[in-house]
């Protein structure tokens, strides 16, 4: 098969690290992860501030509404990626080259910080230390009658949560936006809302399934965990790194069940 | 009538178990099976740890938009059948052959056991004791003041839910994915969709009309159910023939309606 | 006008009565019907046993869902009559013949039947007796401190709700799957839709605004009504002419209506 | 490349300043943000006047359907703008030249007046005092146990939130409806209903996030909170200038931002 070599040239396309359009592109990449950053977060926080007795649900709406819209704003300009794990998973199966997922990923890392940044500007301090900026917490350190304990999650239960729901989010959601196909036949706005609705109900089930105070839900985004955790440090580093591991391994994984079904069904 | 050595040949076809396109298709099976029963799951005690006066209509909406999105994913790889019921109609009416559906029915079984260890992965042990890990039981054994008793549904009344439910699932929603024209007509969206909320209706009715504390709710997916059995055993084994017989009468029956109605208007 | 012993032909043609074809489409009305009955009387009993604050609204709702959905299922087979007032207004304004109209009839109200006894196999005796399984009542007897004594709607009210409801219900939405131009410009899932949303609107309507304990709200479907009555005997039976009588006089009402409006609008 | 001189001779054409088209045009942007303002400040005194525990999401949904309506309404007739911070980011992108949007933010202005003095007409002096007319405000004036204290946001924290805020709004919706492509491809209802659902997240996420006593939420319209100021005057004006510099601020951001991107992708 002689298409291994083209698209290996593809994958690896350094050229694209000196594009001027690939790092253009990437601004619509890091402004739609800082305004992301910015949304979830608040809303996490609104929802809690809210007198309601289902926080979750009106959150995970919220989360599912504001996913589309932002995917629908950025896809023109740069595919609508705003998640590290998107443009991996893009890179992946070919559909991106590597270096043009290199700059996205950077871009959202970036944004990711400028949406903690703004977040960190407009909350009083004590909201701010009470929802820890709406970072990805695994645990948090409380006081007690004796003194302060940690409590959350643990490690190796939140690290199967970000493999497990990033795959689901991958398979369910990501797998119609990769299929053109697909795409072409459900048009631009139902992929946007199905990939924000899959989003919301897995945010949806991970904050209550678990029903570990402490615990901040599932990341699925790492540039998302990033910006508060640079902003805000302390305990948000810790356990840092399973909102990066996990996604990765699922990508992997997603990555290999792409390759496994029928290929002629992807790329049509 | 010649067409019918060639449908039996089709029925039959035996080559298609050893075809390498059958089994990369089932894959996609696999894996929708597994992501619906951790789903699934994880919605049921989602919406019964949310402090919400109806987990049941939650529940039954969030599943209906889960198994919309899980068909939608699926059906351009396999057909987006992830549950024997279908496949067996399927088969029976001829859209699929037997080998084909046999190979589908083993790939949703070890999906369903894939999600259920999934599931065991990420909630502690009491949440997977209150709530069986999200499986199907007729009945559930709980300590009272004269010692343990089983409380439940009785077996006879869950058998004529499990055929009439599925009846009702095949006859409203499959039956119009079945028929082409149906299909085509309706476009692929708006059958998932269709699909989804009569499942979701059912699950509804099911746990609602019941109230019989202890049963979770009518099957129709034997791979669904097989899954947590497997992984927790005990008394979710006790009836658990019903979830597969159940559906497997309802087949019948289904079968038996499409060869009697006027048979033009299928296949067109 | 030569036309009229055509149309006069068409309506009496007795032959269809010996029709294979009829009787086979008829076995969609049937299971059809049987569905509809055991899904519209499992939504009221669940509606009312939730802890909801606004069971009308639920039930309404999910009752427009069903019917929109039976009728996609059942459209292509028979025509998607399901109910004998469709039936019977069908064979009015020229439609269908009158043969095959009183075959769709009968086999709506074995299908009633049928279903109704599904629902008493599922059902535990408690509910059953509260909910007369779910059947048309215009009265029910409840125990008081002076004796048992009979509570309930009067029955030329009832009568007059039955009427005026079944000519909404033909007016405002079996009129537009009549009239042919109109039902090819909204497409046949806007049309299912509507006469379901219009059924909803009516059950939420006539449940809400008669507040009379004891009447189970309007029929607008007398083979709805036969099933509970037959298995069930009894109370359902006192009154119970109202549930065929109003919609009849109805469907002549609305015969005439047709036949008084521009006829060019209708059969196009 | 030549289109610069053709595009900067349409930002500076004079002459629509004196064509009647684009006066008549700024009827439809005068009453569409006096209805506006009427319409967004009955919904913030509806909202809390009712005994409701979630006024901030009744009071966000209802905002994105008024929205909506009023911009359907206006745009076959004007663009639909009516808000200054849409006409300027049309001008900034070439969309529309600055007389015209000069034209169209002087009508906003009128309207906004007209708006609240509608509203001062039809409510009590008391809803009137306890809402401020429904005007922006950084901070409000309340009686104390140590006489009157002034209670309500930084003005640094709210000039921060109208930056974030508009640009978030102008980044997440009206780039859609600017990107002819995306626009067409979208449909205009759906467009419309993006910005007003946009409108709505944001004016629920300011209203709660910041939980200050005394702040209105974020203004994203200078319009809208010029009215209510000049006819109740007092402390209206304290830091009035925040919802004019802040929205123009954003403007720049976006012009900058649409100037940065991959230039094709916009206007086709």
């Known amino acids: 098969k002689k298409q291994n070599p083209t698209s290996l040239r593809k994958i690896f396309s350094i050229h694209e690290l000196f594009s001027l359009d690939v790092w253009r592109a990437s601004l619509a990449e890091l402004f739609g992860t800082a305004v992301l950053v910015f949304a979830m977060d608040t809303i996490v926080i609104s929802s809690y501030e809210t007198q309601t007795k289902t926080p979750h649900l009106i959150m995970s709406f919220l989360i599912a509404v504001v996913i589309t819209i932002l995917l629908l704003a950025t ?14 998973a893009a890179a992946f199966t070919g559909l991106v080259s590597l270096s043009r997922a290199a700059v996205y990923i950077l871009a959202q890392c970036v944004g990711g910080i400028l949406g903690a940044l703004a977040l960190q500007a407009v909350v009083d301090t004590k909201t701010e230390q009470t929802f820890s900026l709406g970072g990805c917490t695994l645990t ?22 970000e493999i497990i729901c990033t795959f689901f989010f991958l398979f369910g959601s990501i797998y119609i936006a990769f ?6 036949h459900l048009g631009r706005v139902m992929v946007c809302a199905v990939i924000g609705v899959v989003v919301g ?6 904050t209550t399934v678990t029903s570990a ?12 965990c990033l910006g508060p955790a640079l902003i805000r440090g302390g305990h948000l580093w810790s356990g840092h790194w399973v909102f990066w591991a996990g996604p990765a391994i699922a990508c992997v994984a997603f990555a290999l069940y792409t390759k496994l079904i029928p290929s ?4 049509n």
């Open 75 to 88: 896809f023109p300009i740069s595919g609508g990626h705003i998640n590290p794990v998107i443009s991996l």
């Open 179 to 184: 299929d053109k196909r697909q795409a072409r």
């Open 201 to 206: 109900l897995i945010v949806f089930i991970s």
């Open 140 to 161: 948090i350190v409380v006081p007690s009658a004796n003194g302060p304990v940690v409590i959350g999650l643990k490690t190796s239960q939140a690290l199967w949560l």
């Open 264 to 267: 002629q069904l992807l790329h």
């Open 213 to 224: 105070k402490g615990y901040a839900g599932v990341g699925m985004n790492p540039a998302r």
